[in-house]
């Protein structure tokens, strides 16, 4: 991105803006297909040769409309990063121009979709993709500047109106979060036969989405919102909570969605424990889902399941933690071989283990897995009297099937966050931030590295006994298939695509992980590929992850926790010592004589 800086004279900077926003308010409001296309008309009315009713547009359009307006206020509206917000917001131009122009055309049959067909016209797409070339070479134009600090004291406001001021913004930030997250799922729908355009309508969405938060980002507000959600943490963490909890209440309420998040939340709180083996203690492990699969078993035999040969049924909550203390013995058991090996030689060891896992529970060994024919039958949880697969009716609301497993698993990742945060922030977290750094440096400073290692295994692990047992409740069967090498794949690559080490990343990394893939579904053979070039370029431009913590974002992107360049900081430092020096050695007048 940074080799557009300049491209063009600053002289021409709010002439292109001004072109541009003015553009991508025409394309908004121009027809972007000129007939009805085979699997029917496309979405947002996108066939209709003009629209003169700007306010009445909806989807990809009216976001297009929303950025050409915010692009021409801020093009003479001075305020503090306004060029980074310009930016972004052409970046999200050119992806919603892009991809409907792009599926419009190969759906269509060619070009003639979006230009000129039998007397009809539509440059919309066109001129949106154009517009948003116009405004991001426009707001390259001349030096971006930094992005804006926000003072932490809002309006001058001190003590306890400072504080309910900080409480309003993060409730309005977190509600916004909510409104975003709710979106992201439903746009586009679910897809199918009923409507085979989802996935163009989901993509573009992202796009809008993309230059959304790309703005906000430049002129400041989310590390503004970021530093206000540390200082209040506790608070952010009760909003956040809420927020989850009134999920089920939006657009995403339904039974689909409400089974989707519940997965989510399951591989989310299994990916935290994985974190704090390879993001704190820098451990790789490519067999992690054992421990998971560990879980599953264990609490299918506890839980009074047709097939199992133990026949006991407990209580699901005694279950679960006999699940997640067995898995824990087994995770100090791997964790051992870390006393005589590291780096690639560990990562053999823990993938032959989830190998001998696999094998094991695919053969039945003890008939405690059901081999090929699974554990089915597994009761569902219980509370008073409700079955957590049945609907319920809190306060005249009715919500899906489903949706107590997903306010369960919020209350576990509440529960796994808190205790990775604790451990992390405590002199055991930062043992395992050294030996990650540097093993021979942190020994010689007198931590014992074999007992932290083996103590990480065993956390984790523990963690991840306590996500397999809710998962076997929620599918109702226990089946070695969904453990296999694959997963623990797919949990490594949430910890690493999210950001090593932070507890927004595991979530997030899984959150994409599992919503990509369901939202790609309709491209059929091209949706691993789409899959994969979408993690090849979020891994491209964010190498430390999407929500890094502080090492890996000076160690990959070269920045600080602030987003400035550290030669930037460390040239001003530099130059603030030097002017020092001169003060101190500026010649003094003598003294006059008595």
Known sequence: MSRLNGLLPAVFARPFTAIGGVLLLIGAMLPWA?????????????????????????????????????????????????????????????????????????KGGGIGAITAADGAY????????????????????????????????????????????SWLILVLAFAGVLWLVAQTLTAGGIGGAAFPYAGAIFLAFLGFAGGLLGALHGIGLTGFVS??????????IVVLVACAVALPFTDAGNQYWMQVAATIGVYAATAIGLNIVVGLAGLLDLGYVAFMGIGAFVAANLSGAVASKVGWDLPFPVAALIAAVIAGIFGAIVGSPTLRVRGDYLAIVTLAF?????????????????????????PQVTMFGTAFNEPIAPFGIKLPPGVLYYFLIVVVIALVMAIF?????????????????????????????????????????????????????????????SFKFIESVTLLAAVILGGMGTIPGAVLGASLLFVLPEKLREFSDYRLFFFGLALILIMRFRPQGIVPDRVRRAEFAGETAEGKPIEVIEEQVVLEQEEAERHHQAPTAPEGRV
């Open 34 to 106: 000129t007939f009805l296309l085979n699997d029917g008309a496309y979405p947002e009315k996108a066939t209709l040769q003009y629209f003169d009713a700007p306010f009445e547009l909806t989807g990809y359009r009216w976001h297009t409309l929303l950025f050409g307006a915010v692009v021409v206020v801020l093009t003479f509206v001075p305020l503090p990063g306004r060029q980074r917000a310009m930016r972004a917001l052409g970046f999200g131009g050119v992806a919603i121009g892009l991809i409907n122009g792009a599926f419009i055309t190969g």
């Open 354 to 378: 989830g190998e001998i896992f696999t094998r094991s529970a695919q053969n039945n060994i003890g008939g405690l897995t059901g081999g090929a024919s699974a554990i089915p039958g597994i």
């Open 227 to 236: 530093r206000l959600s540390e200082r209040y943490r506790a608070f952010s």
């Open 421 to 481: 945060a604790n451990l992390k922030n405590s002199r055991i977290g930062r043992a395992w931030i050294a030996i990650r750094e540097d093993e021979d440096a942190a020994r010689a400073m007198g931590i014992r590295t074999g007992k932290m290692k083996i103590l990480a295994f065993l956390v984790g692990a523990t963690l991840a006994g306590l996500a397999g047992a809710i998962f076997v409740h929620k599918l109702s069967t226990a089946s070695y298939d």
């Open 122 to 165: 539509a440059f919309g797409g066109i001129v949106t993709l154009v517009a948003g070339i116009i405004v991001v070479l426009g707001a390259s134009a001349g030096d971006l500047g930094e992005i804006p600090h926000w003072p932490d004291s809002i309006f001058g406001l001190t003590g306890v109106a400072q504080r309910l001021v």
